[in-house]
């Protein structure tokens, strides 16, 4: 696998909450020379690249992030606001407490609140793998398919721990046909990379990609 093959599967990704408008551009600029699949940058930055770069580079971001217990309502506005502002995609977290309470229905009817809202752009679904069960997961793989989204997504990259492969395995048994799949943080080598793209996954979501395939050390996603 090329580098380059490697790179149109990433969101390159900066989400830290001290992230400047110097390095923001610093993303954007290394998302268009190694033509990336994305950015993945704060909702707040996301009119101010639109209107530097235009339709040069595809815009991601991210919907209740990172702990996911925003109400469906302020979701839907925050998708309404960034689609506004000029994102191509949105990768939201689901309430986890929804989760935790078994209320599978209710999870679901916010994943179809949010790709209504979202219309023809992606729709991405954080589920924060590393705080849930197994059977959790599964019921999960169903509420994203049932919600119509377009990817499910391991993690925010901000819990207790990132992407793991056996989740990616996991999901591709349980997904419906039009789901696709999105691996975040724990990606630390260059081998990583080409793993979970190889077991399944369609994006990446990572801060590090360039530096893994220069072979340095990751950085934090």
């Known amino acids: 696998m090329t580098n380059q093959e490697i790179l149109s599967h990433v969101d390159h990704t900066l989400l830290k909450a001290v992230s400047t408008w110097d390095e923001i551009q610093k993303i954007c600029e290394e998302a268009l020379e190694n033509h990336t699949a994305s950015v993945c940058v704060p909702p707040s930055y996301i009119k101010r690249i639109a209107d530097t770069y235009g339709n040069k580079i ?48 209710k999870v679901t009817k916010e994943i179809e609140a949010l790709k209504k809202a979202a219309g023809d752009h992606v729709l991405k679904v954080i589920i924060e793998t590393c705080y849930l069960t197994e059977e959790e997961k599964i019921r999960l793989c169903q509420c994203v398919t049932d919600g119509g989204a377009d990817y499910i997504k391991t993690s925010t990259g901000f819990g207790t721990a990132g992407a793991k492969i056996e989740d990616v395995r996991l999901f591709k048994q349980y997904i419906g046909p039009n789901v696709k799949i999105k691996a975040a943080g724990g990606v630390k080598t260059k081998a990583d990379l080409e793993l979970f793209l190889e077991e399944g996954c369609d994006r990446i979501g990572t801060s590090s990609a360039l530096m893994l395939l220069k072979g340095e050390a990751a950085g934090q996603y």
């Not at 939201?92 to 935790?100: L, Q, R, S, T």
């Open 58 to 105: 595809n815009i991601c971001t991210v919907i209740g992030f990172p702990l996911g217990y925003n109400t469906t309502a302020v979701k839907v506005f925050e998708v309404q606001q960034a689609i506004a502002d000029g994102a191509g995609e949105v990768d939201m977290v689901v309430n986890i407490g929804d989760v935790k309470n078994g209320d599978f229905d």
